[in-house]
């Protein structure tokens, strides 16, 4: 069983903040990791993937990946209203599959 | 760019029937999956496909049935509905093997079941 975690509770920040989402997993040799968002009443999309050890940027979004500590975070820089919603943590396990953490909800307050 | 719909959207039915949910999508994506979103489980996968006629049962596959006798097709049947499979049923894709293959979701079947 792959075990995902993401613990912390509802996350509030405010608008120009940076917002921080830890995940950890439970499967030393997992290879690749993503992060959807998901808006209330949707499905979610892929904000970014990261397979390498360090920081992968895109626009506003970085991830961290630290393997040997079997963590992946998320940080979002400049925190928009837009950004209300909730961030689900991915870690691929072979066959395409993906084992998905139950989510952090974000919170930008204007 | 259809992309990958589900439908219906929502569905009302009662415990004991046979109901299908439907999924196409149009990308030729070799990858299908099922999945559930229930408050206080997050995302768990049902069953998923690597092609056409190969089918395969992730965490939760008891009372689910699939069939993918086309690659654009991967339908999921409740054989006899409980209420505990009321939930969101979300299909989703990804292109070929490998590890850096993303998923792409459909819009989801909001399904209750009285």
């Known amino acids: 069983q792959k075990e995902v975690e993401q613990n912390s509770g509802p996350l509030s920040v405010p608008e120009g903040a940076i917002a921080s989402l830890n995940c950890t997993y439970s499967d030393r040799g997992s290879q690749s990791f993503f992060w959807y968002r998901q808006y209330s009443g949707k499905s979610p999309e892929l904000i970014m993937f990261i397979y390498s050890n360090g920081d992968k940027e895109d626009g506003r979004f970085t991830a961290q990946l630290n393997k040997a500590s079997q963590y992946v975070s998320l940080l979002i820089r400049d925190s928009q209203p837009s950004d209300s919603a909730t961030y689900l943590c991915a870690v691929f396990y072979g066959n395409n599959r993906l084992a998905f953490g139950k989510g952090n909800q974000v919170v930008v307050i204007p | 760019d259809a992309g990958i719909t589900q439908s219906p959207r929502y569905k009302i039915t009662e415990t004991g029937r046979q109901v299908t949910l439907m999924c196409h999508q149009t990308w030729s994506h070799s990858y299908m999956f099922w999945y559930r979103q229930d408050l206080g489980h997050g995302l768990r996968l049902i069953y998923y496909?690597?092609?056409?006629?190969?089918?395969d049962k992730g965490e939760v596959p008891d009372g689910y049935v699939v069939s993918r006798s086309k690659t654009e097709n991967f339908p999921l049947t409740l054989e006899s509905a409980t209420r505990s499979q009321t939930s969101v049923y979300f299909c989703?894709?990804?292109?070929?093997?490998?590890?850096?293959?993303?998923?792409?979701f459909g819009d989801g079947t909001r399904l209750s079941i009285l």
């Open positions: 989703a894709s990804s292109p070929v093997e490998g590890r850096n293959q993303p998923q792409h």
């Open positions: 496909s690597a092609a056409a006629d190969i089918t």
